[in-house]
Each structure stands twice: as structure tokens, then as C-alpha cells.
């Protein structure tokens, strides 16, 4: 066979190879995507199962149960008599009121305050580096940190609240800040205040900066106002971040613990007691784990109803936004 020849009977050889099926090829794919996919999914979905869904589910199991933790597992079987007792318990109605009034607080004073701060500090003044530092500085502190501080701050004797009161002759309103039924939330809600509003100053300020100054520019060269500028410019494109603002800010108010038991423990008369602290003083301090698992529960549902609400009527728009974009993307 001449060279010639054989050169032309290899493309027919190479076309008798069968090559393999399309499907069988997108199968293969899959296959190793899905175990890719897995293998990096896995050791999150471990800790989330350990850390989030072991919890929640021992949480449950136990509030079934008169148990006060020791002796092994719960056999005490009493059904829903602990969200029974719980949901006729005054104390813990009155943790409902406490969350309600410090969430109301929050919305109609820290997040606007903060929001003020931020366009403030967004502004081409001197030092604004600085400011943005100092008033960024108290969210970095620990929770205990910030409790012992104002617990001297609101001292009865030598606290500096006093104190400033009566350098500028205001002594009558020096008072027992923690000690006050009367005024001991706002005494707790100014310390949350001064501790948390930075963060969301942050986040404000990382808003507004995403914001291109040519759309400020076009409404100042169209005629708009300073004030018509923000209420129809600044304000909708900083919506979102409003938004998830208010969501962190409820989400927290329902879990503080930490501040008020350094401060307060609650008192005086259960006076700034919240869920969080009566769960754990019933389930660490008095030892009725079966009844602080049921505030857990409740605490759980309160959070997952509102993020699940929230999410479906306040965030709707910017999570299908978001979805939106990625699609876009591919």
C-alpha cells in the first residue's frame, strides 16, 4: 500500500471510532459538579447542623419536660404546660413589653440618629476620618466592657451622670438611673445607644458613598433643595441599607442579654428584664431547664415569624433585586 493510500484510509479509521454519547458526557458532568458542590458544602452544613439545628431541636425536646439538667436525660413529661405557664407568667409578658418599647425606641431615635451621623460624616469636613473612628470605637467593645463602664457612669453616688448634672445646676434631675423602675429602660436603651448605633452609622456611610455624586449633582442642577434632595434622592437609594438596618437592629433587641445582666440583672422588680435574661436566669440560675428551653422556643419563633414576614413584605423588593442581578450576570 502506497503512502499515498495509507493517509487516506486514517480519516475513515478515525471515523469509525464511535464517539461517546452527549448525554452520557452531561451526566458525567453533573456528577462531578454535584460531588464538588457537596464536598464544599459539607463542612458548613456540619457546623450549621452541630452549631444551629442541634440546638433548636434539644431546645424543643427538652421544654416537654420538667427537668432541671441534671441526672440524665429529661423523663418528666409534662406536654405544653411550660408555654402554658410561660405565656400566664408576668414576667415574661412584661419581657414582651420591655422588647417592644426598646424596639420602638430604636426605630424612632438610634437608627434616624445614626443615619444623621453618617450623612454628616459623609460631608467634606475636616477630620471626618477621626469622627468616623471614635463614634465606630464603643461597637468594638465587648458587651460586658460597655456594661461595667456605665454601670460607674450611673453610679448614685459618684457616677459621672450625677456628677454632670450637677456641674451645670440640674441637680434635680440626678437620680438612681439603675436603680428606678421609673426610668431604668431608658437608662439601658441610652447605653444600647451609645454601643450599637456606630455599627449602623457604618453601614450608612458605606451606603451613601456607594451612591455616584453625579445623580446629587443633577438634582442640585435641576433645582432640587438640600431637604427634596434627600427625601427624593439620598433616601430611596439608601432603602435598602435602611431596611436591613432595621432588620439587625429588631433581631438584636430581641436577643440582648448581655448588657443588661452586667448592668441590671433585670431588675429592680424586673423592671429591664428581657426574654433572653429570663431564660437564662430560669434555666442556669434556678435550674428549671425544661421552662428556660420554652422561652428559647418562643424566643426562636418571635425571630423566625418576624425574619420570615419581614423578608416577604419589607425586603422583598431588594432580595428579588439581588436575584435579578445574578441572573443577569450568567
Not at 464536598?39 to 433548636?56: D, N, S, T
Not at 464603643?138 to 460607674?152: C, D, K, Q, T, W
Not at 457612669?153 to 441637680?171: I, Q
Not at 441590671?264 to 422588680?269: A, H, K, M, S
Request: some cysteine; aromatic content about 14%.
Amino acid at each position: 500500500m502506497t503512502r499515498s493510500a495509507v493517509d487516506e484510509a486514517k480519516p475513515a479509521r478515525a471515523r469509525e471510532v464511535p464517539e461517546p454519547p452527549a448525554d452520557s458526557t452531561g451526566r458525567r458532568r453533573f456528577r462531578t459538579d454535584l460531588v464538588t458542590i457537596v464536598l464544599f458544602l459539607l463542612p458548613a452544613l456540619v457546623l450549621f447542623g452541630l452549631l444551629v439545628l442541634a440546638p433548636i431541636l434539644l431546645a424543643s425536646y427538652t421544654s416537654l419536660f420538667k427537668w432541671n439538667g441534671l441526672g440524665g436525660p429529661p423523663e418528666d413529661f409534662i406536654g405544653l404546660d411550660n408555654f402554658t405557664r410561660l405565656f400566664s407568667d408576668k414576667v415574661f409578658l412584661g419581657d414582651l413589653q420591655h422588647a417592644a418599647i426598646l424596639i420602638a425606641l430604636t426605630v424612632v431615635f438610634q437608627l434616624p440618629f445614626a443615619l444623621a451621623i453618617a450623612l454628616l460624616l459623609c460631608q467634606r469636613i475636616r477630620g471626618r476620618m477621626a469622627f468616623r473612628l471614635l463614634f465606630f470605637a464603643p461597637y468594638v467593645l465587648s458587651e460586658v466592657i460597655a456594661g461595667v463602664l456605665f454601670a460607674m457612669v450611673f453610679s448614685p453616688n459618684r457616677g459621672l451622670a450625677n456628677h454632670l448634672f450637677g456641674l451645670v445646676g440640674l441637680e434635680d434631675l440626678a437620680t438612681n438611673w439603675l436603680a428606678d423602675p421609673a426610668v431604668v429602660l431608658y437608662s439601658l436603651f441610652f447605653v444600647i445607644t451609645w454601643k450599637y448605633f456606630g455599627f449602623h452609622m457604618i453601614l450608612y456611610v458605606a451606603a451613601r458613598q456607594a451612591i455616584p455624586d453625579e445623580i446629587i449633582e443633577a438634582a442640585t442642577i435641576d433645582g432640587a433643595s438640600p431637604w427634596e434632595t434627600f427625601r427624593y434622592v439620598t433616601l430611596p437609594l439608601l432603602g435598602p441599607t435602611i431596611r436591613i438596618s432595621i432588620f439587625l437592629a429588631v433581631i438584636g433587641t430581641i436577643q440582648l442579654f448581655d448588657l443588661v445582666w452586667v448592668l441590671t440583672r433585670g431588675g429592680p422588680i424586673h423592671a429591664s428584664e428581657t426574654m433572653a435574661v429570663t431564660m437564662f436566669d430560669f434555666g442556669f440560675v434556678r435550674s428549671q431547664v425544661g421552662y428556660g428551653s420554652a422561652i428559647s422556643v418562643v424566643m426562636f419563633m418571635i425571630s423566625f415569624v418576624f425574619a420570615l414576614f419581614y423578608q416577604r413584605f419589607v425586603m422583598r423588593r431588594d432580595i428579588e433585586g439581588a436575584v435579578t442581578g445574578m441572573r443577569d450576570r450568567r
